[in-house]
């Protein structure tokens, strides 16, 4: 595998459009994309919670930032004309499942036609020669058994939100098939588990929720402690999306359909997930077992990465008890200095060791 300052170093100079740059895991990308001297444009909707990783490290500043919504196709078209990107990461999503069930509609119109429509506007683009579309460890059907899905099981996510991520990959495939055939621009989906670290402010998330209760020293309600989830700090994934677009830029043989997740070892239970957790942050934290009777969600889900690992010689850096560490650490360094972007980049250089 290469390192990861060969990694970054090819990303200086580049023209790199991240879609969903506002939310969590965009912001965190789109600070690695800057920091590695990339020219970064932006396309998103303004922050959607009062509390956000992308005011917070001022990326408003450092990249070219258009705040608009992926469901207008006309707009989009024009910022691709105008911007020429060469690498399109596209991570726009409305990506809560509780949220999905509340409004069906408009998550299947974000994350269904919204992925058409920035598919359409690479398709109509030529200076762009790499796409990666990142879905969800959510796209397959569900049957809670305890061996890993690859990526050749079937797509049929259960609730509206892992539906739609599953409709997201055939219209990937569909694109992929009819119109890059000649790999005139190289094609891939990146299925990742859930990612933890700072600067996540969604609700209904785990880590989230611990951390609003822990600075109010509050008891937290965990819904569902027995449920299995690959949890992994988001740089890990970030990694990979950015290596994937790279090798597949350099050689079409890396398209693919890649699972993106941590160990199996690392897949625990909510539960387990939150005493790390309530371990690293110490006092003023506790929990409590308390379903809330809400919606259908997946009890057991594992993936396994092995084609990811053999085709790259990816392995994680980071295990679960780090990863929560690494979090916990990043939201006391922020209470404590109010300066998310000298906290964030330590991460990042932390993390890709340059």
Same mark, same amino acid.
């Given at each position: 595998?290469?390192?990861?300052?060969?990694?970054?170093?090819?990303?200086?100079?580049?023209?790199?459009?991240?879609?969903?740059?506002?939310?969590?895991?965009?912001?965190?990308?789109?600070?690695?994309?800057?920091?590695?001297?990339?020219?970064?444009?932006?396309?998103?909707?303004?922050?959607?919670?009062?509390?956000?990783?992308?005011? %917070? =490290?001022?990326?408003?500043?450092?990249? $070219?930032?258009?705040?608009? +919504?992926? /469901?207008?196709?006309?707009?989009?078209? !024009?910022?691709?004309?105008?911007?020429?990107?060469?690498?399109?990461?596209?991570?726009?999503?409305?990506?809560?499942?509780?949220?999905?069930?509340?409004?069906?509609?408009?998550?299947?119109?974000?994350?269904?036609?919204?992925?058409?429509?920035?598919?359409?506007?690479?398709?109509?683009?030529?200076?762009?020669?790499?796409?990666?579309?990142?879905?969800?460890?959510?796209?397959?059907?569900?049957?809670?058994?305890?061996?890993?899905?690859?990526?050749?099981?079937?797509?049929?996510?259960?609730?509206?939100?892992?539906?739609?991520?599953?409709?997201? %990959? =055939?219209?990937?495939?569909?694109?992929? $098939?009819?119109?890059?055939? +000649?790999? /005139?621009?190289?094609?891939?989906?990146? !299925?990742?588990?859930?990612?933890?670290?700072?600067?996540?402010?969604?609700?209904?998330?785990?880590?989230?929720?611990?951390?609003?209760?822990?600075?109010?020293?509050?008891?937290?309600?965990?819904?569902?402690?027995?449920?299995?989830?690959?949890?992994?700090?988001?740089?890990?994934?970030?990694?990979?999306?950015?290596?994937?677009?790279?090798?597949?830029?350099?050689?079409?043989?890396?398209?693919?359909?890649?699972?993106?997740?941590?160990?199996?070892?690392?897949?625990?239970?909510?539960?387990?997930?939150?005493?790390?957790?309530?371990?690293?942050?110490?006092?003023?934290?506790?929990?409590?077992?308390?379903?809330?009777?809400?919606?259908?969600?997946?009890?057991?889900?594992?993936?396994?990465?092995?084609?990811?690992?053999?085709?790259?010689?990816?392995?994680?850096?980071?295990?679960?008890?780090?990863?929560?560490?690494?979090?916990?650490?990043?939201?006391?360094?922020?209470?404590?200095?109010?300066?998310?972007?000298?906290?964030?980049?330590?991460?990042?250089?932390?993390?890709?060791?340059?």
């Amino acid at each position: 595998m290469e390192s990861s300052k060969e990694l970054l170093e090819f990303y200086k100079g580049k023209k790199v459009l991240v879609t969903g740059s506002t939310g969590f895991k965009g912001s965190w990308l789109s600070a690695i994309l800057f920091m590695a001297g990339a020219d970064v444009v932006g396309y998103a909707l303004s922050p959607v919670t009062h509390q956000s990783l992308f005011d %917070e =490290l001022c990326l408003g500043d450092k990249i $070219k930032q258009y705040y608009e +919504d992926i /469901r207008d196709y006309d707009t989009m078209k !024009r910022v691709f004309d105008e911007e020429k990107p060469e690498i399109v990461l596209h991570l726009a999503a409305q990506p809560i499942v509780r949220e999905s069930y509340v409004a069906p509609r408009y998550t299947f119109d974000t994350n269904v036609m919204g992925t058409v429509n920035v598919l359409e506007c690479v398709r109509l683009t030529d200076s762009v020669s790499s796409f990666l579309n990142v879905t969800t460890d959510k796209v397959y059907e569900n049957k809670e058994q305890e061996k890993g899905y690859v990526e050749t099981d079937y797509l049929d996510g259960y609730d509206p939100y892992s539906n739609s991520k599953s409709c997201s %990959e =055939l219209v990937t495939h569909s694109y992929k $098939k009819s119109f890059f055939a +000649d790999s /005139r621009c190289r094609i891939s989906t990146a !299925r990742a588990g859930n990612v933890i670290g700072g600067g996540d402010y969604a609700k209904d998330r785990i880590v989230p929720d611990c951390i609003r209760a822990a600075v109010k020293n509050e008891v937290v309600n965990i819904r569902n402690p027995y449920s299995i989830r690959p949890y992994q700090h988001v740089l890990e994934p970030l990694a990979i999306y950015l290596m994937i677009a790279k090798k597949q830029a350099e050689d079409s043989k890396y398209e693919g359909y890649y699972n993106v997740g941590p160990d199996e070892s690392d897949c625990v239970t909510t539960g387990k997930l939150v005493d790390i957790f309530a371990s690293k942050w110490g006092e003023g934290f506790s929990w409590n077992d308390q379903s809330d009777g809400g919606p259908h969600e997946a009890g057991f889900l594992k993936l396994d990465c092995t084609k990811l690992k053999t085709t790259f010689g990816w392995q994680p850096k980071y295990n679960i008890d780090q990863a929560v560490e690494k979090t916990v650490d990043w939201q006391k360094k922020y209470t404590s200095l109010n300066d998310a972007f000298s906290i964030t980049k330590k991460q990042i250089i932390e993390f890709f060791e340059v």
